[in-house]
Each structure stands twice: as C-alpha cells, then as structure tokens.
C-alpha cells in the first residue's frame, strides 16, 4: 500500500509555470513506476507524464511535450511535475498514480491514486 498526496496547484496566467509534487508514504517509494493524469470537467482522466522507478524512462502526452518535465527524488519520496507554458487547455485535476511494474497509459493500470490538485489557467 502507498499513499499518495498532491500538492502545488492552483491559479495561474497563460504562459505562467507551476509545480506539482506528489509526496508518497508506504512501501518503498523508489519501486513504484509513476504517473501524473489530468481530468477536466466533462472529459475522461488522460495520462500527461509518466516516470519508472529509476527515473531513466519518461512519457509524456503529445499535448504537453515541450513544456511539461517530470522527475523524482526517491530519497524524499516525492515526484514532481513542472510544467511551463501553461495553456488554457490543461486546466484541470491533476492526480498522482503509482503502480508497481512497467506501466501504460490508463488508469486502469495504476493501483494507488492521491486525491488531485486543481490547476486552473486563466487566458
């Protein structure tokens, strides 16, 4: 079992940065394969970044390559999203999602979700 908390989120400008972090508990953090989804309102929850345990493969959505990084710090257990050049498309909840093995795109691969944090941008 992980447990997993977002944080990081909220209102900004087009063209504006943030960063989300995503702090894990539980079972060792650094065996877990890592993902960030997005849902907005009215449409289905979409896979934006994607990390393996050792950090040496990454995914990201064609949308947000470019301008979205994710990375992690096994030894604070926390995985982050940095995302720069913030269109008014990727308002949404963003979630954090942990799973062991190599993992896809759906959710339904990801066992162990946080709660999401909102971004919004404002045009």
């Known amino acids: 079992q992980v447990q997993l908390v977002e944080s990081g989120g909220g209102l900004v400008q087009a063209g504006g940065s943030l960063r989300l972090s995503c702090a894990a508990s539980g079972r060792p953090f650094s065996r877990y394969f890592m993902g960030w989804f997005r849902q907005a309102p009215g449409k289905e929850r979409e896979l934006v970044a994607a990390?393996?345990?050792?950090?040496?493969?990454?995914r990201y959505a064609d949308s947000v390559k470019g301008r979205f990084t994710i990375s992690r710090d096994n030894g604070k257990n926390t995985v982050y999203l940095q995302m720069n050049s913030l269109k008014f498309e990727d308002t949404a909840v963003y979630y954090c999602a942990a799973d062991l093995g190599l993992r896809g795109p759906f959710p339904s691969e990801y066992a162990y979700w946080g709660q999401g944090t909102q971004v919004t941008v404002s045009s």
């Open positions: 990390i393996s345990w050792s950090g040496s493969t990454t």
